[in-house]
């Protein structure tokens, strides 16, 4: 896969986070249920994190690289991964804001 991974290093980032279809993403992981850190491994990520950044639309854009190693770890083509012009928008996302820890004086 390393190969394979090299003809989209030079590629520019894909920004097709609206048109990204997140929902399949998720779906496929669970369907196969894998952990987030599962799923990073298995795309050779460093994190479970970065799997989630992709999941949830954290990331507002993505590179090619980046989908090609979602869809080979999820054993689908990365034109799944992609909504096509006519399919409705994703539904929005909705970030959690994090609590702010509080020290002890």
Do not use: C
Request: aromatic share 6%.
């Amino acid at each position: 896969m390393q190969k394979n991974l090299k003809i989209f290093a030079d590629q520019p980032m894909l920004s097709v986070m609206a048109r990204l279809r997140i929902d399949e993403i998720r779906r496929l992981r669970k369907e196969k249920r894998w952990t987030l850190a599962e799923a990073a491994e298995r795309a050779r990520f460093s994190s479970g994190q970065q799997w989630s950044n992709v999941e949830t639309g954290f990331r507002q854009d993505i590179r090619y690289d980046t989908l090609y190693a979602i869809a080979q770890a999820l054993g689908v083509p990365m034109e799944r991964l992609i909504a096509a012009d006519n399919d409705p928008p994703p539904p929005p996302i909705h970030h959690r804001k994090r609590r702010k820890k509080h020290r002890g004086t």
